[in-house]
């Protein structure tokens, strides 16, 4: 004889007075920054996108002109050049900026003297705090022709050129300044990985009669290669971007020779008043920006090592 299936009851279980108090105590301490992000990040970024649309200066009452801005971005010559000037400083400063912030890291991780790290660790990172206009003065002074670097240059026998005069040395000379006031991120953050690495790995590797530079090649590398990915992505999206030191130190010129993306929705949008182009720019930047992501998401795997982290 097949037994009846037992009634279950079901009963809505109601939240104490003391659970609800706490669900409205949190949902009042995140209230204050969920609405700074809407109003600071996300009603921006959706006003951009609508702005990009219509042909809005600023003052006068905006039309909708659908995707024209799009459509006169891509045949702008003055946008192109400044999108190769924007390329070409990235492989300027960014491999440059994460061999350096990686040697220098690893230099100081075999010091020997603890306060010697503690004096080289602060000595390369204050340049990430110290005002980015005030320094970039400072190094206009430095790359003047008659400037402490062509003096120096001129000690060794060889004949400086006009840094930030000449087309063909002003981004160089911009990415050198990047790369000086950049690196001190690189090298806390590789310091920081170094300092994971076990130490047992190079007594053993030592025993086997490795090399520094075969220790280096195939323990150090391997260990910090998601570190390197990391730095390499933040020196991406950093060098893309770049606006206040070329501002300053060349004002994008001589002629268009330094402008980039970034100066030049500047330009665009505070100089002649064309917010829609502008808008229209800035949002083809974050374009080439989000591909140039996905390409390095989809290529670690090549080469990080996750596997021993």
């Known amino acids: 004889m097949q037994k009846a299936a037992p009634v279950i009851s079901i009963r809505t279980r109601r939240a104490s007075p003391m659970r609800r108090q706490e669900a409205w105590l949190a949902a009042a301490l995140i209230l204050p920054s969920t609405l700074g992000i809407v109003i600071f990040a996300v009603l ?51 491999p440059t900026g994460v061999l350096i912030s990686l040697t220098l890291a690893v230099w100081i991780t075999n010091l020997k003297a603890g306060w010697l790290r503690t004096v080289f660790r602060t000595v390369y990172y204050l340049p990430m705090v110290t005002i980015g206009v005030a320094v970039a003065l400072l190094w206009q002074v430095l790359l003047a022709p008659q400037g402490l670097v062509n003096l120096i240059l001129g000690w060794l026998g060889v004949q400086g050129p006009n840094w930030l005069g000449s087309p063909s040395w002003v981004l160089p000379a911009v990415a050198v300044f990047s790369v ?23 007594e053993a590797a030592q025993l086997d009669g490795a090399r520094p530079w075969e220790a280096f090649r195939y323990i150090t590398l391997p260990m910090v290669s998601p570190t390197v990915f990391l730095v390499l992505v933040l020196s991406v999206i950093g060098a893309l971007q770049v606006f206040e030191a070329v501002l300053v130190l060349s004002n994008g010129g001589p002629g268009d020779s330094s402008t980039t993306v970034a100066l030049y929705i500047y330009k665009t949008a505070f100089t002649f008043f ?26 670690q795997n090549r080469w990080v090592n996750y596997d021993q982290v």
């Open 44 to 94: 921006p970024i959706a006003a951009s996108l609508g702005i990009s649309l219509t042909d809005w200066g600023g003052l006068s009452r905006p039309n909708v002109v659908g995707f024209q801005n799009y459509a006169a971005a891509l045949q702008d010559t003055r946008a192109t050049s400044a999108m190769s000037h924007t390329l070409l400083y990235v492989l300027l400063a960014v």
């Open 180 to 202: 000086w006031q950049g690196s001190g991120q690189g090298i806390i953050l590789f310091l920081a990985s170094l300092a994971s690495v076990p130490k047992d790995l190079y």
């Open 274 to 299: 064309k917010m829609g182009y502008a808008s229209a720019l800035a949002w083809l930047l974050a374009v080439i920006l989000i591909a140039l992501m996905v390409v390095q998401w989809r290529t």
